[in-house]
């Protein structure tokens, strides 16, 4: 049903070997919420990194984001969780490398 949406997981997609980019654009206007992390191994087990820094494309994924029009009210949480006993600098990292994508990808209202 068109009611049906998605959210999308980065990490869980690098994990299983699939292109978390060619999700949104697969999945298209179901996207209504977004779970960013990347991860230095395609495999089972999380080797979760700084974004951008493993094998998520940050700024292709902010591209798909624009290109299928994601809903203003939808939502996106940043995961991190390598770190557990000091991520503030690390989701510092995250959080520039993220705003620096969306600089580079342009506003996604016009």
Excluded: W
Excluded at 66 to 87: C, H, M, R, V
Aim: one cysteine or more; glycine letters at 8%.
């Amino acid at each position: 049903h068109a009611l049906i949406g998605a959210c999308v997981d980065t990490g869980h997609f690098i994990r299983s070997k699939e292109d978390p980019v060619q999700a949104v654009h697969d999945l298209g206007k179901r996207v209504f919420a977004l779970h960013i992390k990347d991860e230095a191994k395609q495999e089972k087990r999380s080797h979760n990194v700084v974004i951008g820094t493993g094998h998520l494309d940050v700024v292709g994924l902010f591209k798909a984001l624009k290109k299928i029009d994601f809903p203003a009210d939808g939502s996106i949480s940043l995961e991190y969780e390598a770190n557990p006993q000091n991520p503030i600098d690390d989701m510092r990292q995250c959080l520039t490398v993220a705003t620096e994508a969306i600089g580079k990808v342009g506003s996604f209202r016009s």
